[in-house]
């Protein structure tokens, strides 16, 4: 199977902070024979937009993004080049697969061989300091990619790439046991409501907490068990703990993107209990009371996106139904008014922009 | 650094089950320039010698070496070429924590290389990939002074221990250490070592030591006995002399209740079969070696109603390897070992069948 690569392509490019994106006609591909040893070159057909790349557009993180970039990391497409003495590629041209937030890891040093391939030192995050997804063609890594199962198709698999990945992640990392209670503040957002369908699969038991009636619609179906509503309920930390036995769950998945969200729920959290930090606030703090963090033995984890056995792991699950995004197709020129209703916190689920469009 | 290659070797070859291993004197050393992508040719300066290195000259197991093969798969030496076309870093395999470069003083283990792709790799463990290659089994081993090893999968060998002290770390200490891990063990709790006075077992102590644990060391003979304890046992019991009370003294030794686990590296059913009796309950049985024959016996009186766990460890991951080696670059494990030449292995193989050896035999080639 052979594809015929084009020199140049439609791309969304930020050139600094305070500019606009542009979606231009004229942005160069990579050709084969310019790849690199290991480097792949991935045509997509769809991509999901994740808040982390409205930091990436504004960045306003700690870390710094690389300008220009072209932005994206939750990309679906099929291999259309690989480059030349690429030793032992696991994929080859026409596999469909996905390229998510760690687009490469060394795979040999001390934290990859631990299995954190995340916090390799070499890492290459998509649409962060390597060009990423919001373009026709990316370059990616053929030891990174993330085979798609067949019965998955490429738009409902693109957010699981990094939403379903790393709530996935967090919940397999929490301690919580089949029966044990899981608050999930944000619930009804792009991550929070795949968090909903993974704790279920997991046996856990589920309190949904955001604000509206669409939201609350959404989290009940997909088999939050109790909901809370924030905006309605004066004093969250006695409600979420009375919602949950009387005793306060047993584990929180926080995706906020500011500190109380974390505070409050070293609060309501069972002695004993886990609180997995998902969220990346640029420059949010998490207090927590020293005294009670430990009178109550509480455990804190930060918890970063997932490495390859985690990617795999959470796109199984989805192709087996028990994960479902729930998203709207868009386009990739419509990628500046889905960044303006991120800002304003108007997106239920998630959006995902569709190629062909 | 420029160094001749020689054309050909010295090296000791597997070639028909139960025979000697043949000395061949002028072995082909495999060609430099013909090295794939991600290879490297290894001049070997010490190689040990293991009991899986006599299993496999006598084709003991299921699964066979393939014939002719040079064996030994514990070995150190120095990187003398890397295959064309080998990319580090950026994109390409290895290059993590340093690239390995010619020059390079490298270790040699059982896995020579795993595929770092499949679940099994993905996880951590690497031991179980199906994609393994095998040193001194499926791909050429460390009995000879050329070997070809895998840039990705080699271990770094830091400056300050000589290449002879690293040498048993590579499979010996990884395989205990690796067991350790998983032996639910505590600082101040019991840990029982038959055979504390070979090859695998004299380093169990010294891992277990270093993890706090309070170790019985079980073995035969005055010497295997001053070993053990000088390197930090802190009882010990001679099993012939023990006789058919074994399972009483062990228990009497460790506070009257057993010892809360168990590591065993013997070539025989019996010690493990012995642990599941003296183990604590809800105690942990971990078993490395690998005798042939007969299975072990769990009665389900033992490992249900003693709530015990038992465990199979094998060999260890690139990780566990670095982690042994570190322990030991600390000095906090030290192997005991003589040192023989590789013509001599026909004998070392006959007294470590007579169980004669203490500590470990290294092969200076």
Redesign the interface.
């Known amino acids: 199977m052979s594809y015929n690569i084009p020199k140049t392509q439609i791309a969304a490019v930020v050139t600094s902070s305070d500019a606009p994106i542009e979606i231009r006609a004229d942005h160069p591909v990579k050709a084969q024979v310019d790849l690199?040893?290991?480097?792949c070159l991935v045509k997509l057909v769809s991509t999901g937009v994740c808040h982390t790349d409205l930091h990436a557009r504004n960045n306003d993180w700690p870390i710094p993004a690389k300008t220009p970039l072209v932005g994206g990391h939750e990309g679906v497409g099929h291999i259309v080049a690989i480059?030349d003495?690429t030793?032992?590629s696991?994929v080859k041209i026409g596999d469909r697969v996905g390229i998510k937030w760690l687009a490469?890891s060394?795979?040999?040093?001390?934290q990859?061989?631990?299995?954190l391939e995340q916090n390799?030192p070499?890492a290459k995050l998509s649409g962060f300091n390597v060009d990423g997804t919001f373009a026709q063609y990316a370059v990616s890594?053929v030891?990174h990619v993330t085979p798609i199962p067949d019965s998955l198709e490429s738009n409902a698999a693109a957010s699981i790439l990094c939403a379903g990945l790393t709530v996935y992640r967090a919940l397999k990392y929490s301690d919580a046991k089949i029966g044990n209670w899981v608050a999930l503040p944000g619930a009804g957002g792009g991550l929070g409501h795949l968090a909903i369908q993974y704790a279920t699969a997991m046996g856990l038991r589920v309190l949904a907490i955001d604000t509206g009636a669409e939201k609350k619609k959404l989290c009940t179906e997909l088999g939050a068990e109790k909901w809370i509503d924030f905006k309605e309920t004066k004093d969250i930390v006695k409600a979420v703990q009375e919602a949950c036995d009387g005793l306060g769950p047993h584990c929180a998945i926080v995706t906020a993107a500011s500190g109380s969200g974390y505070s409050q729920a070293v609060d309501y959290l069972r002695s004993g209990g886990t609180l997995m930090a998902v969220g990346l606030p640029g420059d949010a703090k998490l207090e927590a009371s020293i005294f009670f963090t430990v009178f109550k033995s509480i455990t804190i984890k930060g918890s970063y996106v997932g490495?390859?056995?985690d990617a795999?792991e959470a796109l199984e699950i989805a192709a087996r139904g028990q994960a479902k995004v729930h998203y709207e197709l868009q386009a990739l020129s419509d990628l500046k008014g889905v960044y303006e209703a991120m800002e304003e916190g108007k997106v239920a689920g998630r959006i995902v922009l569709d190629m062909s469009k | 650094m420029t160094t001749t290659i020689p054309s050909t070797q010295r090296a000791a070859q597997i070639h028909t089950f139960t025979h000697p291993l043949t000395i061949l004197p002028s072995h082909p050393v495999p060609n430099p320039s013909a090295l794939?992508?991600?290879e490297c040719l290894v001049k070997i300066e010490c190689a040990g010698v293991c009991q899986s290195d006599l299993h496999a000259r006598n084709g003991d197991w299921g699964q066979k070496p393939t014939l002719p093969r040079i064996g030994g798969h514990e070995g150190v030496g120095r990187v003398v070429a890397i295959g064309e076309?080998t990319?580090q870093?950026?994109?390409?395999?290895?290059?993590?924590?340093g690239v390995v470069e010619v020059g390079d003083r490298v270790g040699l283990k059982w896995l020579a290389r795993t595929?770092?792709?499949c679940?099994f790799c993905?996880?951590?463990n690497e031991s179980s990939c199906k994609r393994q290659k095998v040193h001194g089994y499926t791909v050429d081993g460390t009995f000879a002074e050329y070997v070809v090893a895998w840039v990705?999968y080699v271990t770094p060998i830091p400056d300050t221990l000589d290449s002879a002290a690293a040498t048993a770390i590579l499979c010996a200490g990884l395989t205990v250490y690796k067991g350790l891990k998983h032996c639910n063990a505590r600082a101040g709790d019991w840990i029982a070592i038959p055979g504390a006075g070979g090859g695998l077992g004299h380093l169990a102590v010294q891992y277990a030591v270093t993890m706090g644990l309070r170790v019985l060391a079980i073995d035969t003979g005055a010497p295997k006995r001053e070993l053990a304890l000088s390197l930090g046992a802190e009882k010990w019991i001679d099993f012939k002399e023990s006789g058919d009370n074994l399972i009483k003294d062990v228990i009497a030794a460790t506070d009257g209740l057993g010892p809360h686990s168990a590591i065993i590296a013997a070539g025989a059913a019996l010690p493990y079969n012995q642990a599941l009796w003296y183990l604590r309950s809800t105690g942990t049985l971990v078993a490395v070696g690998l005798p042939g024959g007969k299975p072990l016996e769990a009665p389900f009186g033992l490992l249900v109603g003693k709530e015990l766990k038992i465990i199979g460890s094998a060999i260890g991951?690139?990780?566990d390897a670095?982690e042994a080696m570190d322990h030991a670059v600390r000095g906090k494990v030290k192997c005991h070992y003589t040192t023989r030449k590789l013509e001599e292995i026909e004998s070392i193989f006959a007294e470590m069948s007579a169980g004669t050896i203490t500590g470990r035999v290294i092969l200076e080639i």
Not at chain 1, 106 to 110: A, F, I, P, V
Not at chain 2, 89 to 97: A, L
């Open positions: 690199a040893p290991g480097e480059g003495n030793p032992d696991p490469y060394c795979l040999d040093c001390e990859c061989r631990n299995g390799c070499k890594y030891h490495n390859r056995q795999i | 794939a992508p991600n076309g990319v870093g950026e994109g390409g395999d290895g290059g993590g924590d595929c770092l792709r679940e993905r996880k951590g990705d991951s690139r990780q670095i």
